[in-house]
């Protein structure tokens, strides 16, 4: 597995039904640390590797969990090699958010107006006559800032003139897209499909919703079952995913509304990838995991099983992760609960490495024969793990369930 830190559960868990799984992360500077080479030494059934090409005849299966690694992808394919991942052509859609505004109008799909700005001060120029949007920025920016509403400039000027400082010399040149909100004036839910692609879209995936940053609700369905304004955008874009070499998990963002009373879904955003969440429960949701990866890799046809109908996670941060290392206490046998990222294991004490790339330390998972009972035991699982400035969203799943009453009053809720 090539990863960059934040998969290093997926790899435990294809562990537990192939033997040992070899975890390559980059982590070579002008002057290298320890803090991303450790990443992945000594956690259980994992043999990290420091030389990616050693080897690569005996290797079975190359799984890129992540986004990002599309020409390396390409040219181990080109060799006839079997790869799970997302090629160059597919991870365009969503490393650069105006190439997706570009096939989602050649698809005749929905999407919020937006225009583009050249550089901070043009931003800010537009900023102060154009209140209530939203910023986004490409990929090369996301280590710094994620898509942000101003509701207008007095409000929001803290924030843009540290995103100035953060940009340094490169403010001028970064290119910044501000949308307009996808139903002024009215009250939206956001949805999303979590589904695997390799040609098709698999038979059966995740159909949920997220609260960014602090939890996911969702339910395994068969692909046919998806409620009919989600299926409009995914069979849109089912022959761009096609072209695009597409042969790993991916989801969906989309903000759904009424338009003249009709429901219509707009694509916001494509995670061309595992997304964080739900990484978690589709990787313990599945019960035949490997099999999935390997037969995807190799555009085989492949039928996910999944343990129980219903999933949730709750995302746990740490307040002083990103500055030290943190030491985590969590007893092993529950790592099938709780999926620790961006760690590794020294002795017998497990530690969270810094990597100033945000505060997640884990996904807390649950399952269950419905919604509240997953609920309910993603709650018990945030209680197997502590560590210093452990911090969660108590009341996540109650904001959640106002969200998804008003997504059922459309038709796109979990039972429609």
């Not at 022959?239 to 969906?252: C, E, I, L, Q, W």
């Not at 995670?271 to 313990?284: D, L, Y």
């Not at 529950?334 to 530690?351: A, E, S, T, W």
């Given at each position: 597995?090539?990863?960059?830190?934040?998969?290093?559960?997926?790899?435990?868990?294809?562990?537990?039904?192939?033997?040992?799984?070899?975890?390559?992360?980059?982590?070579?500077e002008?002057?290298?640390?320890?803090?991303?080479?450790?990443?992945?030494?000594?956690?259980?059934?994992?043999n990290?590797?420091?030389?990616?090409?050693?080897?690569?005849?005996?290797?079975?299966?190359?799984?890129?969990?992540?986004?990002?690694?599309?020409?390396?992808?390409?040219?181990?394919?080109?060799?006839?090699?079997?790869?799970?991942?997302?090629?160059?052509?597919?991870?365009?859609?969503?490393?650069?958010?105006?190439?997706?505004?570009?096939?989602?109008?050649?698809?005749?799909?929905?999407?919020?107006?937006?225009?583009?700005?050249?550089?901070?001060?043009?931003?800010?120029?537009?900023?102060?006559?154009?209140?209530?949007?939203?910023?986004?920025?490409?990929?090369?920016?996301?280590?710094?800032?994620?898509?942000?509403?101003?509701?207008?400039?007095?409000?929001?000027?803290?924030?843009l003139?540290?995103?100035a400082?953060?940009?340094?010399?490169?403010?001028?040149?970064?290119?910044?897209?501000?949308?307009?909100?996808?139903?002024?004036?009215k009250?939206?839910?956001?949805m999303?499909?979590?589904?695997?692609?390799?040609?098709?879209?698999?038979?059966?995936?995740?159909?949920?919703?997220?609260?960014?940053?602090?939890?996911?609700?969702?339910?395994?369905?068969?692909?046919?079952?998806?409620?009919?304004?989600?299926?409009?955008?995914?069979?849109?874009?089912?022959?761009?995913?096609?072209?695009?070499?597409?042969?790993?998990?991916?989801?969906?963002?989309?903000?759904?509304?009424?338009?003249?009373?009709?429901?219509?879904?707009?694509?916001?955003?494509?995670?061309?990838?595992?997304?964080?969440?739900?990484?978690?429960?589709?990787?313990?949701?599945?019960?035949?995991?490997?099999?999935?990866?390997?037969?995807?890799?190799?555009?085989?046809?492949?039928?996910?099983?999944?343990?129980?109908?219903?999933?949730?996670?709750?995302?746990?941060?740490?307040?002083?992760?990103?500055?030290?290392?943190?030491?985590?206490?969590?007893?092993?046998?529950?790592?099938?609960?709780?999926?620790?990222?961006q760690?590794?294991?020294?002795?017998d004490?497990?530690?969270?490495?810094?990597?100033?790339?945000?505060?997640?330390?884990?996904?807390?998972?649950?399952?269950?024969?419905?919604?509240?009972?997953?609920?309910?035991?993603?709650?018990?699982?945030?209680?197997?793990?502590?560590?210093?400035?452990?911090?969660?969203?108590?009341?996540?799943?109650?904001?959640?369930?106002g969200?998804?009453?008003?997504?059922?009053?459309?038709?796109?809720?979990?039972?429609?």
């Amino acid at each position: 597995m090539y990863d960059k830190g934040l998969f290093i559960h997926i790899a435990q868990r294809l562990a537990e039904d192939v033997g040992t799984m070899e975890y390559f992360s980059p982590y070579e500077e002008a002057f290298t640390r320890p803090h991303k080479k450790r990443l992945g030494e000594g956690v259980p059934g994992i043999n990290r590797i420091y030389h990616f090409f050693e080897n690569i005849d005996d290797v079975d299966l190359f799984i890129f969990p992540d986004v990002g690694m599309g020409d390396l992808i390409n040219d181990l394919r080109e060799r006839g090699k079997r790869v799970y991942g997302v090629g160059l052509e597919g991870q365009q859609i969503e490393l650069v958010r105006f190439e997706l505004k570009k096939i989602l109008k050649q698809r005749g799909l929905f999407s919020a107006p937006y225009v583009e700005k050249d550089g901070f001060d043009k931003l800010v120029a537009h900023l102060m006559n154009n209140p209530d949007v939203y910023v986004k920025v490409n990929d090369d920016c996301r280590g710094i800032v994620e898509s942000f509403y101003v509701k207008d400039f007095k409000s929001a000027k803290n924030k843009l003139y540290k995103l100035a400082f953060d940009l340094d010399c490169f403010a001028e040149t970064t290119p910044f897209m501000v949308e307009q909100p996808i139903f002024p004036g009215k009250k939206g839910v956001e949805m999303g499909d979590d589904w695997s692609f390799a040609n098709d879209y698999l038979p059966f995936g995740c159909y949920g919703i997220e609260r960014k940053g602090d939890s996911y609700g969702g339910r395994f369905i068969p692909y046919e079952k998806l409620p009919q304004p989600v299926r409009v955008v995914t069979d849109a874009m089912r022959p761009v995913f096609k072209r695009g070499d597409v042969r790993s998990a991916r989801s969906t963002e989309i903000r759904f509304g009424r338009i003249d009373g009709k429901v219509v879904g707009s694509f916001g955003d494509a995670c061309q990838r595992f997304g964080c969440p739900p990484s978690g429960v589709i990787t313990r949701g599945y019960s035949n995991l490997p099999e999935i990866f390997y037969r995807m890799a190799g555009l085989e046809p492949v039928v996910p099983k999944f343990t129980k109908e219903y999933c949730a996670e709750i995302i746990v941060g740490g307040s002083s992760v990103n500055d030290e290392a943190v030491e985590i206490f969590l007893d092993e046998k529950h790592m099938n609960r709780v999926l620790l990222r961006q760690y590794c294991k020294i002795g017998d004490q497990i530690f969270r490495v810094p990597q100033k790339d945000g505060t997640l330390v884990c996904e807390c998972i649950g399952f269950g024969d419905s919604l509240i009972e997953a609920q309910q035991q993603a709650r018990e699982s945030v209680e197997l793990v502590d560590f210093e400035g452990k911090t969660w969203q108590v009341d996540t799943f109650d904001e959640m369930d106002g969200e998804l009453e008003r997504a059922s009053k459309m038709g796109v809720g979990l039972a429609s």
